[in-house]
């Protein structure tokens, strides 16, 4: 070992105790970080202090679990405090005496706990951790928001314990860097300095990720770990929160939406589309589409259970009830012979979770929120299928192949009121798993049917099941129960892979029509979402957003037919399963009860693809508007059968029409997530 070498090690030399330059850092880095992380951890605790009336029916293995996850938390925020000057170890002299280094930390630091400080009070008020309503409040009006907090808060206390603990702080920072000191020594001593810093590199790195798994980093859905709600809040970190809310909304173009024109005309706007007769508005001068709906009971006796599926890329394009015959689905076909099917039904979006939270939660793919489930707005309550049948009525369960982590399902629907999860780490000798994604299809089904059995008879129960094999990469077993589908070139591994879906749908609802619970139980079967056919329809491309739904229970058939033509969405399913379960109910969906609709009314509604892309579009009946990004909107007649089509129109009042309806759903939706008005409010 070279001279430089042994300098560079992390040894202190000499009768005066300093380190070497790198050592000298890295040392006061470490201690930075753990008096960062034991601040925190007491601010939590004072958070746990000032709401233990919420506290008092939590387990205290629930509320000590929130510690341990919220230390990941923190781990992220001091990670990212430090990453610039852990790069910073590269230079020769380091960090230097250390001057700049100590004011970064002293800002951040203070941003940080003043965050922690702030979140006493705004959790008691909002009962949430720090997020946009902090900064919208202050954009609208600052002078009253202030005023409102100087009077109504006891700002001094706060801003009193904020001081001593940045006190504290910047005294332990001293005493770290008095502690330690740096000898001088000459030249770069670069033997050791490229591996270290590279190691700190990889441990800042997997701190700021806050999990050693694969695939996402950790989000504030993974602090979702309880059934009492505020143990999951108690696990998130303030300043992660609201920096979360804070890029996830800012330089955003959808003000170009929430600003397009007066609220008040827009909320008249959505009204007008969206009400039906049923409809009994619900504090109207607070939320846009707050109502009691009352349905007519037309079935000679309403189901008891609901069993939703969704399945993957379940392409309406492909689907041989819909008139496309291409023998990929010939079990749900059979199915759709002794239901209602809904043949003009699309989806709100072109993904998985866009799918997810418009079927489940009700609420539509919005410009700037086609990550609802991630972001900090999905932390609201959405009057979706969980809260309408609570678990105080109705047990629920939600099977998936795949890992519930994956775009923040868990604590997504967990935080909407579902308990019960059952994912790819909780099956026994699948028949087949897949690295990637999870366990087949079969096996999802197989497992579902299990604990359906194992639901108490005295107690109605709901379940979301949620198929994954027909997705890239396509991994099925390699003994398929169907033959593999050829001829549609690239599609082949697709269609076969829906195939192998539809097949296994059938075999769930053969057993599933031996069990006790099956006459009673209303099945609701869709496509999550369409996938990209050889042919393109209109601007937005339509035919990727078809998908089937069908609904299948005792008397549905003869109550309302075989094929219902209106226009619909997901966010049209929720309001629909309530109404069949005969009782009135209030919600607030971005949809409606499409077995309530006036016969004159062809259906609406609202869709959008995926990722960055702004594009938008309404579908009322066979008229089909699509507005694009920085561009006109664009008119257009479509039909799905027996051969799909489309074809332009100019008709520039129509045009408007429509636009102006696309943008009161848009603008009311946005301005509701934002404020936190999607739900139902308490009593």
């Not at 601040?39 to 341990?68: C, G, H, I, K, W």
């Not at 959808?254 to 508005?281: F, G, I």
């Not at 979402?529 to 008397?555: N, T």
């Amino acid at each position: 070992m070279n001279a430089e070498a042994v300098h560079a090690l992390p040894v202190k030399t000499g009768s005066n105790g300093d380190y070497s330059p790198l050592s000298a850092d890295v040392l006061f880095l470490l201690g930075n970080t753990f008096v960062l992380l034991v601040l925190l951890t007491l601010l939590r605790a004072a958070l746990l202090y000032t709401n233990l009336e919420l506290a008092q029916v939590v387990p205290l293995s629930d509320l000590s679990r929130a510690f341990v996850i919220g230390l990941r938390f923190d781990l992220i925020v001091v990670c990212l405090q430090i990453a610039p000057l852990v790069l910073a170890l590269l230079l020769p002299v380091c960090l230097g005496r250390r001057r700049v280094a100590a004011l970064w930390l002293s800002l951040t630091g203070a941003f940080v706990l003043f965050a922690g400080v702030v979140e006493l009070e705004f959790y008691r008020e909002f009962h949430a951790r720090l997020n946009s309503i902090a900064f919208h409040y202050l954009r609208e009006d600052v002078a009253t928001v202030s005023s409102m907090i100087w009077n109504g808060f006891p700002v001094v206390r706060y801003l009193l314990l904020w001081a001593v603990l940045l006190c504290v702080y910047v005294f332990l920072l001293r005493w770290l860097n008095m502690h330690t000191r740096k000898r001088p020594v000459s030249g770069y001593q670069a033997g050791w300095r490229l591996p270290l810093v590279l190691l700190m590199v990889f441990f800042t790195f997997w701190g700021a990720r806050g999990t050693l798994r694969s695939g996402p980093p950790l989000r504030w859905g993974d602090a979702f770990h309880s059934t009492h709600l505020f143990a999951n809040h108690l696990a998130l970190n303030g300043t992660y929160t609201f920096v979360k809310a804070v890029t996830s909304t800012s330089g955003k173009p959808d003000r170009t939406w929430s600003d397009a024109m007066p609220l008040v005309t827009a909320v008249d706007q959505v009204r007008n589309l969206l009400l039906v007769p049923q409809d009994e508005l619900l504090e109207p001068a607070h939320y846009t589409l707050l109502r009691r709906h009352t349905p007519v009971n037309r079935l000679p006796a309403a189901p008891k259970n609901v069993v939703l599926i969704m399945m993957e890329s379940f392409s309406g394009a492909f689907t041989g009830a819909l008139g496309n015959d291409h023998g990929v689905t010939p079990e749900f076909d059979k199915l759709a012979n002794a239901g209602l099917l809904f043949d003009r039904f699309f989806s709100n979006g072109t993904h998985t979770h866009q799918g997810m939270f418009a079927t489940i939660a009700c609420f539509p793919n919005l410009p700037g929120y086609e990550y609802l489930m991630q972001q900090p707005e999905g932390q609201n309550h959405f009057s979706g299928l969980p809260m309408l049948l609570d678990q105080h009525r109705f047990n629920n369960v939600y099977v998936y192949n795949g890992d519930f982590a994956w775009d923040n399902q868990r604590g997504f629907f967990r935080n909407q009121g579902m308990s019960t999860f059952i994912g790819r780490d909780d099956f026994v000798d699948p028949v087949f798993i897949d690295p990637t994604w999870g366990v087949t299809d079969q096996d999802m089904f197989n497992r579902a049917l299990a604990e359906l059995n194992r639901m108490p008879a005295d107690k109605p129960f709901f379940a979301v099941l949620q198929t994954l094999s027909n997705h890239a990469p396509f991994a099925l077993p390699a003994e398929l129960p169907v033959d593999e589908v050829s001829g549609y070139d690239d599609l082949d591994r697709h269609l076969t892979a829906q195939r192998y879906s539809d097949w296994a749908l059938g075999q769930f609802m053969q057993r599933a029509a031996e069990s006790s619970w099956y006459g009673d139980t209303l099945f609701v079967i869709l496509g999550d979402h369409g996938f990209p056919v050889p042919r393109q329809l209109s601007e937005i491309d339509l035919l990727r957003f078809r998908v089937p739904l069908l609904i299948l229970g005792a008397g549905i058939r003869d109550t309302y037919g075989a094929v219902d033509h209106t226009v619909a969405t997901q966010t049209d399913v929720v309001p629909t399963i309530a109404g069949l379960l005969g009782e009135p109910f209030v919600h607030q969906c971005w949809g409606r009860n499409l077995l309530s609709l006036p016969e004159e009314d062809e259906g609406v509604g609202m869709i959008k693809p995926s990722g960055s892309e702004q594009t938008v579009a309404l579908i009322r009946g066979d008229q089909l508007l699509v507005k694009v990004p920085k561009g006109p909107a664009l008119l257009g007649r479509f039909t799905l059968s027996p051969e799909a089509s489309y074809r332009s129109e100019d008709d520039p009042i129509r045009n408007s029409q429509l636009l102006r309806e696309l943008t009161a759903f848009i603008q009311t939706a946005i301005v509701s997530l934002r404020e936190n008005r999607t739900g139902v409010p308490a009593e």
